[in-house]
């Protein structure tokens, strides 16, 4: 594996200042402070078990109604990523630390105590590890088995490009509830949204789940906002459900830091629900198009009508 020569940064350097300035957020968009008891409980049992959350290193804007509700996306791996996407917060870098071996043990814990009917489990890109982390998720799957058996378990992986074909089987055999991976963008704007990653791998590695196991639930999101138009919104609809895939995400992009890609524009919740009208018409059992839509907001409740769905669909 090649040595990464990545400085460690909040924020990607790729992404340089617009003269333009960021269109201002409109009122659809706004979301109150994290508050409440719930969200106090949450926050305690992250620290007790030394965990870590894409809710706050991404800053996702739902972290305060999530948090309040028990609900909260473990990310395992650490807190650096290898990759520097222009569109994350997330600190990108070498990862000075390998895996840690009880951590698998922690979330499964912590899962446990909050009493979650569905977990996210998500992770930072692992590029500095042989199998991109894929044992590790497969660990993770196993651990909250043992430890709350009755919780479905829903994966966000990263794509594990620089790995073998065989790895992603280690995962699938794991046997999560639902295995989800972002596309993030359309492919026009791989090159400066996602440098480091190649759309038709991410989509051929969601077909692969399927060919491996058909009855696991697929799912796979995009952000809108990022200088996309309508039409190659429709054609990443209909390459999904080319590969498959049973449940699609839309959400608008929120600019992290003004050196991020920036805000083309803010899509409106009508235009989010044509969205949403097209893909249920392209055949995915479950869609979520919102402005505040994120791959894990609501997930425990959209797992459970995407089964209702499969049943429909199929009975």
């Known amino acids: 594996m090649r040595d990464l020569k990545i400085p460690q940064q909040r924020h990607p350097e790729k992404a340089k200042r617009p003269d333009n300035p960021q269109p201002k957020k409109p009122s659809w968009i706004r979301v109150k402070a994290p508050v409440g008891n719930g969200y106090q409980k949450t926050r305690d049992i992250m620290r007790?078990?030394?965990?870590?959350?894409?809710?706050?290193?991404?800053g996702c804007p739902n972290v305060g109604e999530c948090w309040n509700q028990g609900h909260a996306t473990m990310m395992i791996m650490g807190d650096v990523c290898t990759r520097a996407c222009t569109?994350?917060?997330?600190?990108?870098?070498?990862?000075?630390?390998?895996?840690?071996?009880?951590?698998?043990?922690?979330v499964a814990d912590a899962v446990k105590k909050l009493g979650l009917n569905h977990v996210v489990v998500t992770s930072v890109d692992r590029d500095?590890?042989?199998?991109?982390?894929?044992?590790?998720?497969?660990?993770?799957?196993?651990?909250?088995?043992?430890?709350?058996?009755?919780?479905?378990?829903?994966?966000?992986?990263?794509?594990?490009?620089?790995?073998?074909?065989k790895v992603l089987e280690t995962v699938v055999a794991a046997k999560p509830d639902v295995?989800?991976?972002?596309?993030?963008?359309?492919?026009?704007?791989?090159?400066?949204?996602?440098?480091?990653?190649r759309y038709f791998h991410s989509l051929r590695l969601l077909q692969r789940v399927k060919e491996l196991d058909p009855k696991m639930f697929t799912k796979s999101g995009i952000m809108v906002g990022l200088?996309?138009?309508?039409?190659?919104?429709?054609?990443?609809?209909?390459?999904?459900?080319a590969a498959n895939i049973d449940f699609i995400t839309i959400g608008q992009y929120l600019q992290?830091?003004?050196?991020h890609h920036r805000v083309d524009r803010f899509v409106t919740p009508e235009e989010f629900a044509s969205y949403g009208k097209a893909a249920k018409g392209k055949g995915f059992l479950m869609v979520s198009a919102t402005p505040?839509?994120?791959?894990?907001?609501?997930?425990?409740?959209?797992?459970?009508?995407?089964?209702?769905?499969?049943l429909a669909t199929n009975g």
């Open 48 to 58: 007790e078990h030394k965990l870590v959350t894409v809710c706050e290193e991404a």
């Open 87 to 106: 569109f994350c917060n997330i600190a990108t870098g070498k990862p000075s630390e390998g895996l840690n071996a009880f951590e698998p043990g922690r």
């Open 128 to 165: 500095d590890i042989k199998d991109g982390g894929a044992e590790h998720f497969a660990q993770t799957i196993r651990a909250i088995r043992k430890q709350a058996p009755n919780t479905t378990i829903e994966i966000l992986t990263p794509d594990f490009i620089r790995c073998d074909d």
């Open 179 to 197: 295995f989800n991976h972002n596309l993030e963008t359309v492919p026009r704007l791989y090159p400066e949204v996602r440098p480091g990653a």
């Open 227 to 241: 200088g996309e138009d309508r039409q190659s919104v429709y054609q990443v609809m209909d390459d999904m459900r």
């Open 256 to 259: 992290p830091t003004l050196k």
């Open 292 to 310: 505040l839509t994120r791959s894990s907001y609501h997930a425990g409740d959209d797992f459970t009508k995407m089964q209702k769905a499969r």
